[in-house]
């Protein structure tokens, strides 16, 4: 990649170099385990232009997005997550919503309970259909300006559009975001929200870079991104999810920015993140959290104490591939997605169970990898403490939790 998706301009700076490692959902069956496994580099660079970090698209949306091994109902938090914000957000019978790349019906679920009109644009057909068993009306497909053109042809323009944990997934920004302009009426809201790049630099949050991320966002590079496509940012919130993520508000016609926007706008000024000197020591910062936990790791190993994983999410097989874990360090982990049963991680191999496996081997430490979920996960894992076992947190710096 030598030119930036977003601006053109060819001033690409690297961040951080994190190997080469497969696509982080691409979960292996055992039949599998002896064939060859394609990896890709994962090197996250940022345009000095525009300030966009991104990765090159090495990998297509088709490739990693057809079938989905990720299914949001799966997160307690994150479903009550999507259900204060249908509740904020207030969309009242006689409006339309439409969320894209709606998973398996986690928010619209709340909408469909308010008696209001509403459509899930998802492309994996297998979550798609489990959004339709919810009775949440689901098109499969891929989002484009010509998918927006239809179902607004089709449904009516929207009242609200909503797009979270998917502005960071195309690698067409542009053609995206026309989408969703094609999708929202003239007066309509669009609703997106996306992981901080302020946040993922401040906490060393390095494993949510992977090849179905194409871009981190500041509120900065976000705002560039939706006039690229005719939208218009009004608004932004900071949020916990995800180790910090923003909702952006936009809309088609131009209107003042928040006080909200100013602020957050300063904060990332302050912190070098419009500037090339913000990125400079984050590689740096990045790879003691590896010697960290290798450390950790090979300690444990060798004095005999077992350790194993909790859950398989896409940022974990980041840190696994990145830190060269494998089945000898870690000997399991598991995860309440009965679709990753039976499997292994891409990359680094490691069996992913169910989570009752845990109580019945009463290891002595348990690697949390979503650490996103920290609170719901803590309480989750509270009978850990039965057998004196401990959770350990491997970001933002190593923690081993009593």
């Known amino acids: 990649m030598t030119t930036c ?9 690297g961040v951080v170099d994190l190997g080469a490692t497969p696509p ?33 698209p090495l990998i297509t949306p088709e490739e990693t997005f057809t079938e989905y091994a990720y299914f949001s109902s799966y997160s307690t938090s994150w479903v009550e997550h999507a259900r204060r914000f249908v509740e904020d957000a207030g969309p009242r019978p006689g409006d339309f919503v439409v969320e894209v790349a709606s998973n398996d019906g986690y928010l619209l679920q709340h909408v469909v309970e308010r008696g209001v009109r509403c459509l899930g644009i998802e492309p994996s057909a297998n979550v798609g259909r489990a959004a339709r068993e919810k009775g949440v009306p689901t098109l499969t497909g891929f989002l484009t300006p010509e998918t927006g053109r239809q179902v607004r042809a089709g449904h009516g323009p929207a009242d609200l559009v909503v797009a979270n944990n998917v502005y960071a997934h195309v ?30 630099m401040e906490l060393n949050q390095f494993d949510t870079i992977y090849h179905e991320h194409y871009q981190y966002y500041t509120v900065a590079s976000a705002q560039r991104a939706l006039a690229s496509g005719g939208l218009h940012l009004v608004d932004v919130e900071l949020l916990p999810t995800h180790g910090g993520s923003i909702r952006l508000w936009a809309r088609p016609e131009e209107a003042p920015v928040s006080q909200r926007v100013v602020d957050v706008l300063a904060r990332e000024k302050a912190a070098g993140l419009h500037e090339l000197s913000g990125y400079a020591d ?14 950790f790791l090979i300690d444990a190993a060798d004095a005999g104490r077992t350790v194993v994983g909790y859950g398989a999410p896409g940022k974990g097989n980041t840190l696994l591939n990145y830190c060269g874990v494998r089945p000898d360090l870690l000997a399991y982990t598991v995860d309440r997605n009965p679709y990753k049963h039976g499997r292994f991680t891409p990359g680094s191999r490691i069996p992913v169970l169910p989570p009752e496996r845990i109580a019945a081997d009463r290891p002595d430490y348990v690697l949390v990898l979503p650490w996103n979920l920290r609170e719901e996960l803590v309480d989750q894992l509270s009978y850990v403490r039965e057998w004196g076992g401990r959770l350990v947190f491997p970001i933002p710096s190593l923690e081993v939790v009593g």
């Open 171 to 200: 690698p067409d920004v542009t053609g995206f975001t026309e989408g969703l302009r094609a999708l929202v009426a003239d007066g309509g809201r669009v609703s997106i929200e996306v992981q901080h790049l302020l946040t993922l």
């Open 24 to 56: 982080c959902e691409l979960f292996l069956t055992a039949d599998r385990l002896a064939a060859p496994e394609p990896t890709y580099p994962l090197h996250l660079r940022v345009c000095t232009n525009c300030w966009l970090a991104q990765l090159p």
């Open 5 to 13: 998706r977003l601006c053109g301009a060819d001033e690409l700076a």
């Open 282 to 295: 984050f590689a740096a910062r990045v790879a003691k959290v590896r010697r960290d936990l290798l450390r």
